[in-house]
């Protein structure tokens, strides 16, 4: 049986949630954001299951904590993934055109 894991968005990732659908509808239209943040947290959602298979964000993980991420369209979703307490920690939600090095002021 697989192991279902908690969900959790740090309130950095919601802020950059509530950044992205701000700027899109601003910049683009309602209905884009809308259908943004919500396919941003099906993805997210999908992590209960099988976290530890994504890929590791080697810029920010280290031998004690190790970081990965999933893309929804262009945007990164990085998270932490505790096994002891089965729980995903979703830590930020950036665009994939954003500098590497910017990830190091996420943590």
């Not at 919601?14 to 993805?43: C, M, P, W």
């Not at 369209?73 to 307490?85: A, P, T």
Request: charged share 25%.
């Amino acid at each position: 049986m697989v192991d279902v894991y908690q969900i959790i968005l740090t309130h950095q990732a919601r802020q950059h949630i509530a950044d992205i659908f701000q700027y899109l509808q601003e910049n683009v239209s309602r209905n884009t954001a809308l259908n943004v943040a919500k396919g941003i947290a099906d993805e997210i959602q999908k992590l209960e299951k099988l976290p530890t298979g994504r890929p590791i964000v080697h810029e920010i993980s280290s031998e004690d904590e190790v970081y990965r991420f999933i893309f929804k369209w262009k945007y990164k979703i990085i998270f932490f993934v505790n096994e002891e307490d089965k729980m995903v920690e979703i830590i930020a939600v950036i665009h994939s055109n954003q500098h590497p090095d910017r990830l190091k002021y996420l943590i």
